[in-house]
Protein backbone atom coordinates (compact mmCIF):
# COMPACT_ATOMS: atom_id res chain seq x y z
CA UNK A 1 0.00 0.00 0.00
CA UNK A 2 1.67 3.55 -0.78
CA UNK A 3 1.80 6.59 0.82
CA UNK A 4 -1.83 7.74 -0.59
CA UNK A 5 -3.87 4.51 -0.53
CA UNK A 6 -2.48 4.38 3.61
CA UNK A 7 -3.59 7.60 3.98
CA UNK A 8 -7.28 7.46 1.52
CA UNK A 9 -7.56 3.95 4.14
CA UNK A 10 -6.98 6.11 7.61
CA UNK A 11 -9.63 8.93 6.90
CA UNK A 12 -12.03 5.99 6.19
CA UNK A 13 -11.48 4.61 9.25
CA UNK A 14 -11.48 7.85 11.22
CA UNK A 15 -14.86 8.88 9.19
CA UNK A 16 -16.30 5.83 10.35
CA UNK A 17 -15.54 5.31 13.71
CA UNK A 18 -17.02 9.39 13.68
CA UNK A 19 -20.24 8.20 12.52
CA UNK A 20 -21.14 5.27 14.59
CA UNK A 21 -20.18 7.10 17.93
CA UNK A 22 -21.97 10.60 16.57
CA UNK A 23 -25.82 9.45 16.78
CA UNK A 24 -27.67 6.35 16.43
CA UNK A 25 -26.87 3.62 13.41
CA UNK A 26 -30.24 4.09 10.53
CA UNK A 27 -31.37 0.36 9.08
CA UNK A 28 -29.09 1.35 6.08
CA UNK A 29 -25.93 2.05 7.77
CA UNK A 30 -26.74 -1.09 10.17
CA UNK A 31 -27.00 -3.22 6.67
CA UNK A 32 -23.34 -2.00 5.46
CA UNK A 33 -21.77 -3.36 9.07
CA UNK A 34 -24.09 -6.77 8.94
CA UNK A 35 -22.62 -7.26 5.01
CA UNK A 36 -18.95 -6.92 6.35
CA UNK A 37 -17.49 -10.17 5.62
CA UNK A 38 -14.59 -12.01 8.07
CA UNK A 39 -11.86 -12.72 6.25
CA UNK A 40 -7.94 -13.07 7.69
CA UNK A 41 -7.55 -12.50 11.03
CA UNK A 42 -5.58 -8.77 11.34
CA UNK A 43 -3.07 -9.59 13.74
CA UNK A 44 -4.74 -6.78 15.53
CA UNK A 45 -6.34 -8.34 18.53
CA UNK A 46 -8.57 -5.50 19.61
CA UNK A 47 -9.68 -5.46 16.01
CA UNK A 48 -10.04 -9.18 15.64
CA UNK A 49 -12.04 -9.05 19.07
CA UNK A 50 -14.30 -6.16 17.90
CA UNK A 51 -15.00 -7.50 14.56
CA UNK A 52 -16.24 -11.03 16.25
CA UNK A 53 -18.92 -9.01 18.76
CA UNK A 54 -20.07 -7.48 15.59
CA UNK A 55 -20.49 -10.74 13.98
CA UNK A 56 -22.12 -12.30 17.15
CA UNK A 57 -24.89 -9.49 17.36
CA UNK A 58 -26.16 -9.79 13.64
CA UNK A 59 -26.00 -13.68 14.11
CA UNK A 60 -28.22 -12.93 16.93
CA UNK A 61 -29.72 -9.44 16.52
CA UNK A 62 -33.29 -8.98 17.55
CA UNK A 63 -35.96 -8.36 14.95
CA UNK A 64 -36.51 -4.89 14.98
CA UNK A 65 -32.39 -3.82 15.38
CA UNK A 66 -32.28 -0.77 14.82
CA UNK A 67 -34.66 0.62 17.23
CA UNK A 68 -32.93 -1.76 20.22
CA UNK A 69 -29.71 -0.10 19.19
CA UNK A 70 -31.07 3.33 19.03
CA UNK A 71 -32.41 2.74 23.24
CA UNK A 72 -28.95 1.38 23.64
CA UNK A 73 -27.03 4.03 22.18
CA UNK A 74 -29.37 6.31 24.77
CA UNK A 75 -28.67 3.98 27.22
CA UNK A 76 -24.65 4.02 26.60
CA UNK A 77 -24.22 7.45 25.70
CA UNK A 78 -27.07 9.68 27.37
CA UNK A 79 -27.66 7.46 30.45
CA UNK A 80 -31.51 7.44 29.20
CA UNK A 81 -33.00 5.10 31.85
CA UNK A 82 -30.04 4.49 33.90
CA UNK A 83 -29.42 5.10 37.36
CA UNK A 84 -26.93 8.50 38.03
CA UNK A 85 -23.10 7.16 36.66
CA UNK A 86 -24.20 4.16 34.74
CA UNK A 87 -23.13 5.83 31.20
CA UNK A 88 -20.40 5.85 28.82
CA UNK A 89 -20.68 9.78 28.27
CA UNK A 90 -18.75 10.80 24.89
CA UNK A 91 -16.45 13.66 25.95
CA UNK A 92 -13.11 13.92 26.93
CA UNK A 93 -14.19 16.56 29.83
CA UNK A 94 -16.10 14.43 31.77
CA UNK A 95 -13.09 12.08 31.77
CA UNK A 96 -10.11 14.28 32.29
CA UNK A 97 -11.93 16.95 34.38
CA UNK A 98 -11.82 16.26 38.63
CA UNK A 99 -15.73 17.17 38.55
CA UNK A 100 -16.64 14.80 35.71
CA UNK A 101 -18.43 17.99 34.10
CA UNK A 102 -18.53 18.35 30.46
CA UNK A 103 -17.19 21.76 29.22
CA UNK A 104 -14.07 21.50 31.47
CA UNK A 105 -10.66 22.30 30.45
CA UNK A 106 -10.25 19.29 27.80
CA UNK A 107 -13.49 20.91 25.85
CA UNK A 108 -11.78 24.14 26.08
CA UNK A 109 -8.13 22.92 24.67
CA UNK A 110 -9.92 21.34 21.66
CA UNK A 111 -11.87 24.69 20.78
CA UNK A 112 -9.17 26.13 20.92
CA UNK A 113 -7.51 23.87 18.13
CA UNK A 114 -10.74 23.78 16.21
CA UNK A 115 -10.07 28.06 16.09
CA UNK A 116 -6.77 27.77 15.54
CA UNK A 117 -7.28 25.08 12.24
CA UNK A 118 -10.03 27.61 11.29
CA UNK A 119 -12.27 24.33 11.31
CA UNK A 120 -15.83 23.93 12.64
CA UNK A 121 -18.09 21.40 13.36
CA UNK A 122 -21.20 22.39 10.96
CA UNK A 123 -21.04 18.48 9.67
CA UNK A 124 -22.17 16.83 12.66
CA UNK A 125 -25.08 17.22 15.22
CA UNK A 126 -26.01 20.59 16.65
CA UNK A 127 -25.31 19.73 20.06
CA UNK A 128 -22.30 18.18 19.98
CA UNK A 129 -19.21 19.82 21.62
CA UNK A 130 -15.62 19.84 20.30
CA UNK A 131 -14.16 17.23 22.98
CA UNK A 132 -17.10 15.07 21.81
CA UNK A 133 -15.62 11.35 20.58
CA UNK A 134 -16.71 11.88 16.82
CA UNK A 135 -15.17 15.71 16.77
CA UNK A 136 -12.21 14.57 18.10
CA UNK A 137 -12.08 11.76 15.26
CA UNK A 138 -12.77 14.13 12.98
CA UNK A 139 -9.60 16.52 13.99
CA UNK A 140 -7.78 13.70 14.29
CA UNK A 141 -8.26 13.20 10.59
CA UNK A 142 -7.58 16.72 9.19
CA UNK A 143 -4.37 16.41 10.96
CA UNK A 144 -3.78 13.23 8.94
CA UNK A 145 -4.49 15.35 5.43
CA UNK A 146 -2.23 18.69 6.82
CA UNK A 147 0.06 17.84 9.08
CA UNK A 148 2.96 15.85 10.14
CA UNK A 149 3.34 12.27 12.09
CA UNK A 150 5.00 14.37 15.51
CA UNK A 151 1.72 16.53 15.47
CA UNK A 152 -0.60 13.71 14.88
CA UNK A 153 0.60 11.38 17.26
CA UNK A 154 1.09 14.44 19.82
CA UNK A 155 -2.81 14.74 19.68
CA UNK A 156 -3.53 11.18 19.70
CA UNK A 157 -1.74 10.61 23.32
CA UNK A 158 -2.73 14.04 24.20
CA UNK A 159 -6.16 13.68 23.60
CA UNK A 160 -7.54 10.48 22.34
CA UNK A 161 -5.62 7.69 23.75
CA UNK A 162 -6.13 10.08 27.50
CA UNK A 163 -9.65 8.97 27.48
CA UNK A 164 -10.96 6.50 24.88
CA UNK A 165 -9.80 3.65 26.98
CA UNK A 166 -11.81 4.18 29.81
CA UNK A 167 -14.73 5.57 27.44
CA UNK A 168 -15.10 2.34 25.99
CA UNK A 169 -14.29 0.22 29.65
CA UNK A 170 -17.80 1.91 30.55
CA UNK A 171 -19.14 0.91 26.81
CA UNK A 172 -19.12 -2.27 28.04
CA UNK A 173 -19.93 -2.24 31.50
CA UNK A 174 -23.59 -0.29 29.99
CA UNK A 175 -24.57 -1.42 26.64
CA UNK A 176 -26.95 -4.44 26.36
CA UNK A 177 -25.85 -5.57 23.32
CA UNK A 178 -22.52 -6.37 21.98
CA UNK A 179 -22.85 -4.10 18.54
CA UNK A 180 -21.30 -1.03 20.48
CA UNK A 181 -18.88 -3.17 22.45
CA UNK A 182 -17.84 -4.26 19.01
CA UNK A 183 -17.11 -0.77 17.55
CA UNK A 184 -15.87 0.49 20.89
CA UNK A 185 -12.77 -2.55 21.09
CA UNK A 186 -12.22 -1.73 16.81
CA UNK A 187 -11.80 1.54 17.60
CA UNK A 188 -9.01 1.06 19.98
CA UNK A 189 -7.10 -1.00 17.87
CA UNK A 190 -7.21 1.35 15.72
CA UNK A 191 -6.13 4.30 17.57
CA UNK A 192 -3.06 2.09 18.52
CA UNK A 193 -2.00 1.04 15.11
CA UNK A 194 -2.63 4.76 14.64
CA UNK A 195 -0.13 5.07 17.94
CA UNK A 196 1.86 2.34 16.22
CA UNK A 197 2.29 4.21 12.65
CA UNK A 198 2.68 7.23 13.65
CA UNK A 199 5.51 6.65 15.80
CA UNK A 200 7.24 5.23 13.73
CA UNK A 201 7.01 7.60 11.06
CA UNK A 202 7.91 10.09 13.42
CA UNK A 203 11.19 8.84 14.25
CA UNK A 204 11.83 7.80 10.90
CA UNK A 205 11.45 11.64 9.99
CA UNK A 206 13.91 12.50 12.22
CA UNK A 207 16.54 10.34 11.32
CA UNK A 208 16.05 11.90 7.92
CA UNK A 209 16.24 15.07 9.03
CA UNK A 210 20.02 15.26 9.03
CA UNK A 211 20.06 15.73 5.29
CA UNK A 212 18.54 18.07 3.68
CA UNK A 213 17.52 16.56 0.27
CA UNK A 214 17.65 18.80 -3.19
CA UNK A 215 15.94 18.55 -6.37
CA UNK A 216 16.17 19.40 -10.27
CA UNK A 217 12.44 20.41 -11.53
CA UNK A 218 12.03 21.14 -15.37
CA UNK A 219 8.98 24.14 -15.15
CA UNK A 220 6.48 20.96 -15.87
CA UNK A 221 7.39 19.12 -13.28
CA UNK A 222 6.68 21.86 -10.61
CA UNK A 223 3.25 22.76 -12.42
CA UNK A 224 2.49 18.97 -11.76
CA UNK A 225 3.00 19.92 -8.46
CA UNK A 226 1.21 22.57 -8.07
CA UNK A 227 -1.17 21.29 -9.29
CA UNK A 228 -1.18 18.22 -6.97
CA UNK A 229 -0.51 21.40 -4.08
CA UNK A 230 -3.97 22.98 -4.97
CA UNK A 231 -6.16 19.83 -4.24
CA UNK A 232 -5.38 20.60 -0.68
CA UNK A 233 -4.06 24.20 -0.66
CA UNK A 234 -4.47 27.32 -1.93
CA UNK A 235 -0.95 28.55 -3.26
CA UNK A 236 0.21 32.37 -3.99
CA UNK A 237 3.18 34.03 -5.44
CA UNK A 238 4.19 37.44 -6.48
CA UNK A 239 2.19 37.73 -9.41
CA UNK A 240 1.58 40.94 -12.32
CA UNK A 241 -1.78 42.08 -11.57
CA UNK A 242 -3.89 44.54 -14.33
CA UNK A 243 -6.71 45.77 -12.09
CA UNK A 244 -9.96 46.52 -13.57
CA UNK A 245 -10.82 49.43 -15.73
CA UNK A 246 -6.54 50.26 -15.74
CA UNK A 247 -3.97 49.30 -17.70
CA UNK A 248 -1.60 49.94 -14.59
CA UNK A 249 0.18 46.75 -13.62
CA UNK A 250 0.97 45.81 -9.78
CA UNK A 251 3.08 42.68 -8.33
CA UNK A 252 0.69 41.60 -5.84
CA UNK A 253 0.25 38.09 -4.08
CA UNK A 254 -2.05 36.25 -5.52
CA UNK A 255 -3.30 32.32 -6.67
CA UNK A 256 -0.80 30.64 -9.20
CA UNK A 257 -1.55 27.73 -10.89
CA UNK A 258 1.95 27.52 -12.64
CA UNK A 259 5.26 28.50 -11.60
CA UNK A 260 5.66 30.71 -15.07
CA UNK A 261 3.18 33.18 -13.42
CA UNK A 262 6.11 34.36 -10.39
CA UNK A 263 7.41 37.51 -10.60
CA UNK A 264 10.94 37.87 -9.50
CA UNK A 265 12.89 40.28 -10.69
CA UNK A 266 11.92 42.65 -8.06
CA UNK A 267 9.95 43.25 -5.09
CA UNK A 268 6.11 42.87 -5.20
CA UNK A 269 4.42 46.19 -4.57
CA UNK A 270 1.80 44.77 -1.79
CA UNK A 271 3.07 42.17 0.78
CA UNK A 272 1.79 38.75 1.62
CA UNK A 273 -0.32 39.72 4.80
CA UNK A 274 -3.09 39.97 3.09
CA UNK A 275 -3.40 36.64 2.32
CA UNK A 276 -2.83 35.41 6.35
CA UNK A 277 -4.03 38.86 8.06
CA UNK A 278 -7.11 39.90 5.43
CA UNK A 279 -7.58 43.63 5.37
CA UNK A 280 -11.45 42.98 6.50
CA UNK A 281 -11.98 40.46 8.52
CA UNK A 282 -15.60 39.78 10.11
CA UNK A 283 -15.07 38.81 13.84
CA UNK A 284 -18.63 38.09 14.39
CA UNK A 285 -22.12 38.22 13.49
CA UNK A 286 -24.97 39.72 16.15
CA UNK A 287 -28.73 39.69 16.15
CA UNK A 288 -30.94 42.06 18.91
CA UNK A 289 -30.48 38.97 20.96
CA UNK A 290 -27.17 37.37 20.12
CA UNK A 291 -23.82 36.56 18.90
CA UNK A 292 -22.42 34.15 16.65
CA UNK A 293 -18.62 33.98 16.25
CA UNK A 294 -17.42 34.19 12.26
CA UNK A 295 -15.92 30.41 11.00
CA UNK A 296 -13.61 29.99 8.39
CA UNK A 297 -15.60 28.80 5.22
CA UNK A 298 -12.61 27.54 2.89
CA UNK A 299 -10.90 24.24 4.68
CA UNK A 300 -7.71 24.11 2.10
CA UNK A 301 -4.67 25.50 3.49
CA UNK A 302 -2.19 28.06 2.41
CA UNK A 303 1.21 28.03 0.69
CA UNK A 304 3.40 31.10 0.37
CA UNK A 305 6.26 31.45 -2.18
CA UNK A 306 7.67 34.42 -0.70
CA UNK A 307 11.24 35.95 0.01
CA UNK A 308 13.14 35.92 3.40
CA UNK A 309 12.31 39.74 4.17
CA UNK A 310 8.50 38.87 3.79
CA UNK A 311 8.84 35.25 5.75
CA UNK A 312 10.85 37.70 8.51
CA UNK A 313 7.65 40.06 8.51
CA UNK A 314 5.89 37.12 9.26
CA UNK A 315 7.71 36.08 12.31
CA UNK A 316 7.22 40.17 13.53
CA UNK A 317 3.36 39.81 13.09
CA UNK A 318 3.11 36.26 14.92
CA UNK A 319 4.81 37.93 17.54
CA UNK A 320 2.36 40.69 17.89
CA UNK A 321 -0.34 38.64 17.26
CA UNK A 322 0.46 35.59 19.30
CA UNK A 323 2.51 36.45 21.94
CA UNK A 324 2.04 40.08 22.87
CA UNK A 325 -0.23 39.04 25.10
CA UNK A 326 1.17 36.01 26.63
CA UNK A 327 0.66 31.91 25.38
CA UNK A 328 -3.11 31.88 26.52
CA UNK A 329 -3.95 35.03 24.89
CA UNK A 330 -3.33 34.51 21.06
CA UNK A 331 -5.20 36.54 18.75
CA UNK A 332 -7.59 33.84 17.27
CA UNK A 333 -8.51 35.79 14.45
CA UNK A 334 -5.02 35.64 13.35
CA UNK A 335 -4.24 32.40 14.79
CA UNK A 336 -6.49 30.29 12.75
CA UNK A 337 -5.24 31.80 9.56
CA UNK A 338 -1.50 31.52 10.45
CA UNK A 339 -1.79 27.68 11.48
CA UNK A 340 -2.93 27.15 7.41
CA UNK A 341 0.20 28.44 6.04
CA UNK A 342 3.07 26.36 4.95
CA UNK A 343 5.89 28.45 3.75
CA UNK A 344 7.94 28.05 0.16
CA UNK A 345 10.88 30.47 0.48
CA UNK A 346 11.23 32.31 -3.13
CA UNK A 347 15.42 32.89 -3.81
CA UNK A 348 15.68 37.09 -4.78
CA UNK A 349 17.21 36.79 -8.48
CA UNK A 350 18.59 39.72 -6.73
CA UNK A 351 18.62 43.27 -4.71
CA UNK A 352 15.26 44.65 -5.52
CA UNK A 353 15.63 48.42 -6.32
CA UNK A 354 14.77 50.07 -2.80
CA UNK A 355 15.39 47.21 -0.63
CA UNK A 356 17.73 47.13 2.85
CA UNK A 357 16.95 44.27 3.91
CA UNK A 358 21.10 43.37 4.87
CA UNK A 359 21.19 46.87 6.79
CA UNK A 360 18.15 44.92 8.84
CA UNK A 361 19.59 40.98 9.36
CA UNK A 362 16.28 40.36 7.54
CA UNK A 363 18.12 39.33 4.44
CA UNK A 364 18.44 36.08 5.51
CA UNK A 365 15.47 33.09 6.12
CA UNK A 366 15.62 29.77 7.78
CA UNK A 367 12.24 29.10 8.95
CA UNK A 368 10.77 27.40 5.48
CA UNK A 369 9.56 23.79 4.27
CA UNK A 370 10.78 24.24 0.88
CA UNK A 371 13.41 26.57 -0.64
CA UNK A 372 12.96 27.67 -4.62
CA UNK A 373 15.25 28.92 -7.29
CA UNK A 374 13.36 29.87 -10.43
CA UNK A 375 15.40 29.10 -13.59
CA UNK A 376 14.58 30.08 -17.41
CA UNK A 377 13.39 26.16 -18.20
CA UNK A 378 14.08 24.39 -14.72
CA UNK A 379 13.56 24.93 -11.00
CA UNK A 380 16.03 23.82 -7.90
CA UNK A 381 14.24 22.86 -4.81
CA UNK A 382 15.45 22.14 -1.34
CA UNK A 383 13.37 20.44 1.13
CA UNK A 384 13.73 21.71 4.93
CA UNK A 385 10.41 20.05 5.95
CA UNK A 386 11.05 16.24 5.49
CA UNK A 387 7.52 15.92 5.30
CA UNK A 388 7.52 17.13 2.17
CA UNK A 389 10.01 14.57 0.34
CA UNK A 390 7.31 12.81 -0.90
CA UNK A 391 6.47 14.81 -3.08
CA UNK A 392 9.14 14.66 -5.11
CA UNK A 393 9.76 11.10 -5.50
CA UNK A 394 11.38 9.92 -8.84
CA UNK A 395 12.18 13.67 -9.55
CA UNK A 396 16.12 14.07 -10.09
CA UNK A 397 18.39 14.77 -6.84
CA UNK A 398 20.41 17.64 -6.91
CA UNK A 399 23.14 19.59 -4.74
CA UNK A 400 21.42 22.66 -4.38
CA UNK A 401 21.68 24.99 -1.24
CA UNK A 402 19.87 28.89 -1.68
CA UNK A 403 21.67 31.80 -2.02
CA UNK A 404 20.83 34.86 0.19
CA UNK A 405 20.80 38.58 -0.97
CA UNK A 406 24.49 39.86 1.22
CA UNK A 407 25.09 43.11 -0.51
CA UNK A 408 21.92 46.21 -1.56
CA UNK A 409 21.65 49.22 -3.30
CA UNK A 410 20.44 51.07 0.29
CA UNK A 411 22.45 50.64 3.60
CA UNK A 412 20.80 52.02 6.94
CA UNK A 413 22.93 52.58 10.15
CA UNK A 414 19.75 52.46 12.75
CA UNK A 415 19.93 54.77 16.03
CA UNK A 416 22.10 53.74 19.01
CA UNK A 417 18.89 53.89 22.12
CA UNK A 418 20.67 52.89 25.22
CA UNK A 419 17.58 53.64 27.36
CA UNK A 420 14.54 55.64 28.48
CA UNK A 421 16.48 59.26 28.23
CA UNK A 422 17.71 58.42 24.82
CA UNK A 423 13.92 57.79 23.74
CA UNK A 424 12.80 61.14 25.57
CA UNK A 425 15.73 62.61 23.79
CA UNK A 426 14.79 61.27 20.63
CA UNK A 427 11.02 61.77 20.88
CA UNK A 428 11.83 65.61 21.23
CA UNK A 429 14.61 65.73 18.44
CA UNK A 430 13.00 68.68 15.89
CA UNK A 431 14.38 66.87 13.08
CA UNK A 432 10.49 65.42 13.15
CA UNK A 433 8.72 68.70 12.47
CA UNK A 434 9.85 68.34 8.71
CA UNK A 435 7.27 65.25 8.28
CA UNK A 436 4.59 67.73 9.13
CA UNK A 437 4.75 69.72 5.45
CA UNK A 438 6.08 66.98 3.64
CA UNK A 439 4.06 63.63 4.53
CA UNK A 440 -0.11 64.11 3.44
CA UNK A 441 -0.87 61.45 6.35
CA UNK A 442 -2.25 59.05 3.11
CA UNK A 443 -1.38 55.83 5.38
CA UNK A 444 -0.06 54.59 1.86
CA UNK A 445 3.40 53.40 3.47
CA UNK A 446 1.53 51.52 6.33
CA UNK A 447 -0.70 49.78 3.93
CA UNK A 448 2.04 47.84 1.32
CA UNK A 449 4.24 47.40 5.01
CA UNK A 450 4.48 43.51 5.82
CA UNK A 451 4.87 44.27 9.50
CA UNK A 452 2.49 47.25 10.33
CA UNK A 453 -0.20 45.49 12.48
CA UNK A 454 -3.26 48.45 13.34
CA UNK A 455 -6.76 48.14 13.28
CA UNK A 456 -10.06 49.49 13.55
CA UNK A 457 -13.12 47.71 14.14
CA UNK A 458 -16.55 48.58 12.32
CA UNK A 459 -19.75 47.35 13.30
CA UNK A 460 -22.21 46.93 9.76
CA UNK A 461 -25.53 47.30 10.04
CA UNK A 462 -27.16 45.44 7.35
CA UNK A 463 -30.15 47.90 7.26
CA UNK A 464 -31.87 51.19 9.08
CA UNK A 465 -34.64 48.70 10.45
CA UNK A 466 -32.86 46.16 11.73
CA UNK A 467 -29.96 45.56 14.43
CA UNK A 468 -28.55 42.53 12.53
CA UNK A 469 -25.44 42.99 11.39
CA UNK A 470 -21.57 41.83 11.79
CA UNK A 471 -18.30 43.19 13.92
CA UNK A 472 -15.25 43.73 11.06
CA UNK A 473 -11.60 44.81 11.98
CA UNK A 474 -10.10 46.58 9.00
CA UNK A 475 -6.96 48.01 8.83
CA UNK A 476 -5.73 50.99 10.25
CA UNK A 477 -2.48 53.28 9.87
CA UNK A 478 -0.65 55.37 12.77
CA UNK A 479 0.26 57.81 9.95
CA UNK A 480 -3.24 58.70 9.58
CA UNK A 481 -4.33 62.01 10.98
CA UNK A 482 -7.32 60.93 12.56
CA UNK A 483 -5.80 57.97 14.26
CA UNK A 484 -5.04 58.64 17.88
CA UNK A 485 -8.80 60.71 17.82
CA UNK A 486 -10.51 59.92 20.69
CA UNK A 487 -14.12 60.19 20.50
CA UNK A 488 -14.06 64.08 21.93
CA UNK A 489 -12.13 64.80 18.82
CA UNK A 490 -9.05 65.38 21.26
CA UNK A 491 -5.86 63.83 19.17
CA UNK A 492 -2.64 62.57 21.47
CA UNK A 493 -0.67 62.59 17.78
CA UNK A 494 -1.28 65.80 16.18
CA UNK A 495 0.78 66.46 13.46
CA UNK A 496 2.29 64.05 10.45
CA UNK A 497 5.49 64.75 12.51
CA UNK A 498 4.43 62.96 15.42
CA UNK A 499 3.29 59.92 13.72
CA UNK A 500 6.56 59.53 11.85
CA UNK A 501 7.92 59.76 15.39
CA UNK A 502 6.30 57.20 16.27
CA UNK A 503 6.78 54.70 13.64
CA UNK A 504 9.87 55.11 13.20
CA UNK A 505 10.50 54.51 17.04
CA UNK A 506 8.42 51.41 16.58
CA UNK A 507 9.93 50.22 13.66
CA UNK A 508 13.84 50.94 14.73
CA UNK A 509 13.46 50.45 18.53
CA UNK A 510 10.45 49.89 20.70
CA UNK A 511 9.38 45.73 18.50
CA UNK A 512 12.65 44.69 19.52
CA UNK A 513 12.43 46.16 22.88
CA UNK A 514 9.01 45.12 23.56
CA UNK A 515 9.79 41.33 22.74
CA UNK A 516 14.02 41.28 23.52
CA UNK A 517 14.63 39.37 20.07
CA UNK A 518 17.68 40.84 18.93
CA UNK A 519 15.74 42.50 15.89
CA UNK A 520 13.66 45.35 14.56
CA UNK A 521 10.25 45.69 13.14
CA UNK A 522 11.02 46.66 9.87
CA UNK A 523 12.32 43.72 7.71
CA UNK A 524 14.09 46.54 4.81
CA UNK A 525 11.76 45.16 1.93
CA UNK A 526 11.61 49.05 0.80
CA UNK A 527 7.92 48.63 -0.28
CA UNK A 528 6.82 52.05 1.72
CA UNK A 529 9.50 53.82 -0.52
CA UNK A 530 8.11 53.09 -3.73
CA UNK A 531 4.40 53.54 -2.60
CA UNK A 532 5.02 56.75 -1.16
CA UNK A 533 3.27 59.66 -3.33
CA UNK A 534 5.71 62.24 -1.71
CA UNK A 535 8.84 60.18 -2.01
CA UNK A 536 9.44 59.90 1.71
CA UNK A 537 12.24 57.65 1.93
CA UNK A 538 12.48 55.33 5.18
CA UNK A 539 15.99 54.38 4.59
CA UNK A 540 16.78 58.09 4.51
CA UNK A 541 14.50 58.62 7.45
CA UNK A 542 16.20 56.07 9.79
CA UNK A 543 19.41 57.18 8.72
CA UNK A 544 18.97 60.99 9.29
CA UNK A 545 17.05 59.98 12.53
CA UNK A 546 20.42 58.47 13.80
CA UNK A 547 22.35 61.29 12.87
CA UNK A 548 20.26 63.71 14.93
CA UNK A 549 19.95 61.63 17.33
CA UNK A 550 23.90 61.22 17.62
CA UNK A 551 24.56 64.96 17.44
CA UNK A 552 21.33 65.40 20.64
CA UNK A 553 23.34 63.12 22.43
CA UNK A 554 26.94 64.87 22.05
CA UNK A 555 25.22 68.07 22.31
CA UNK A 556 23.83 66.77 25.84
CA UNK A 557 27.57 65.72 26.79
Known amino acids: MNDNELLKARLA ?65 LAAGQAKGKAAFPYESIYTSKEKLLMQDAWEKMAGLFRAKGLSLSGVSADIKEDHIAAELLYAAHLA ?23 LAD ?63 RVYAPKI ?37 PISQTMFYFTESEVTESRLKDDKGIVLIMHPCDINALRRLDNIFLHNGGEDNADMYYERLRRKV ?49 HFSGCTQAAFEPRFVTENRRSVHLPQ ?8 LASALPYWSKFDDKCIS ?3 CNTVCP ?75 GRCITRCPKELDFADTLNEFADALAQAKKGGE
Open 145 to 167: KESGAAEQLSFLEEHLLNWVPAF
Open 417 to 424: IDGIEDVK
Open 171 to 233: INAVAAYDLYKGLGQMLLGFLLEEQAYLTQATAKAESSDATLKSYSLSTDEMDRFIAGLKTEY
Open 241 to 277: VTHRGSTRQVIRFQEISSVREIYNEDNSDFSPKEIYY
Open 13 to 77: YYSFFSRVFEKELTEDKLGQLAAMKSGTPTGNEDIDKGFALLQRFFAQAPENRADELAADFARIF
Open 442 to 444: CGG
Open 342 to 390: KIFMLECKQSGNNCFCVSMNSNRADNYDLALRLGDNAVMVQVQNPEWNR
Open 451 to 525: TCSCFDTVDVIYNETSRDGERRRVWSSCMLDTFTMTAGGARARKTPGANMRFKALHKAYDYGKRFDCGENMCVGC
